[in-house]
C-alpha cells in the first residue's frame, strides 16, 4: 500500500502569512506525529494524535501553531503569522498504536515539506 | 526529561566497519531506535532494542546498554551508499512513547 504522503513538497511564503500542511498517514495507523527538521539539526517533535484521544501538543514552539487530525485520518499542521525561524522541513510520521513499555510500533515517515519563509 | 548525545561527523572506508555511539539520559526508558536518513529524504526505521545486548540484523547491528545510557549502532562492510545521518531516538516514558530524536550522525564512507 501507499507510504505516508505530505503535501506540498516545497512550500515558499513571505513573513506574516499563514500556511497550511498537509499530512496522509498510512492507512490503518491510529498514531501520527508531527516533526520539524532545521538544517543540520535533528527532528523536533511537534504534536502528536492517537486514535480520538486529546493531542500531545507538548512540542508546539509557540501559540502560532496548531494542527488537527479529521476523522482519524489526515491532519493538518497550520503556521500563523510565519516568521523567518519557522523555515525548516516539516515531516509527518504515522505508526499503529503506541504500546506499553516493551511493545514499540516503528514510525513511518513522509517525504515532508520544505518550507521557506522569506 | 532526556538528552540524546552522538557525534556530529564521521568518515570511513569503503568496505571497513564503522560504530557509532549514542548515549542518553532519561526519566524512565522505553527502548532505543535507529533511523537512517539520507540527504533530502525521510527517516527510516533500522533497529529497537529494549533489552540488552547485541541485535544483529545483516550488515547492521545495535547494541544497548541499560545501565550505562549506551547504545551503538555498528555497519559492517560499508557500502558507498551507507553515507548519510544515522539517527538515535529515545521514548519518552510516562503516558506516551513518543520517540525523541538525537541531532544524528552524518557519516560520509569514501573509496
Known amino acids: 500500500g501507499a507510504g505516508v504522503s505530505q503535501s506540498p513538497s516545497n512550500k515558499v511564503t513571505e513573513k506574516g502569512k499563514d500556511v497550511e500542511l498537509r499530512c496522509d498517514p498510512i492507512?490503518?495507523?491510529?498514531?501520527l506525529y508531527w516533526y520539524r527538521q532545521s538544517l543540520g539539526q535533528g527532528l523536533e517533535f511537534l504534536i502528536y494524535f492517537q486514535g480520538n484521544s486529546a493531542p500531545d501538543k507538548s512540542g508546539l514552539p509557540s501559540d502560532r501553531f496548531s494542527a488537527e487530525r479529521t476523522g482519524g485520518s489526515v491532519s493538518t499542521l497550520t503556521i500563523q503569522r510565519t516568521q523567518q525561524e519557522d523555515s525548516a522541513v516539516y515531516l509527518c510520521?504515522?505508526?499503529?498504536?503506541?504500546?506499553?513499555?516493551?511493545?514499540?510500533?516503528?514510525?513511518?515517515f513522509g517525504p515532508g515539506t520544505r518550507l521557506t519563509v522569506l | 526529561g532526556q538528552n540524546i548525545d552522538q557525534p556530529t561527523e564521521m568518515t570511513a572506508t569503503e568496505g571497513a566497519i564503522v560504530q557509532i555511539n549514542c548515549t542518553y539520559q532519561?526519566?524512565?526508558?522505553?527502548?532505543l531506535f535507529w533511523y537512517q536518513q539520507h540527504a533530502g529524504e525521510a527517516p527510516t526505521f533500522l533497529s529497537y532494542n529494549v533489552l540488552d545486548g547485541l541485535e544483529e540484523k545483516g550488515r547492521f547491528s545495535s547494541f544497548l546498554s541499560r545501565s550505562k545510557g549506551y547504545s551503538y549502532l555498528l555497519l559492517k562492510e560499508l557500502q558507498m551508499k551507507d553515507s548519510a545521518s544515522y539517527l538515535c531516538a529515545v521514548p519518552t516514558s510516562g503516558g506516551s512513547y513518543i520517540p525523541t530524536f538525537g541531532r544524528g550522525t552524518s557519516l560520509i564512507v569514501h573509496p
Open positions: 492507512s490503518g495507523h491510529t498514531a
Open positions: 532519561t526519566s524512565g526508558f522505553n527502548g
Open positions: 510520521a504515522s505508526s499503529l498504536a503506541l504500546g506499553t513499555s516493551g511493545d514499540y510500533n516503528e514510525q513511518f
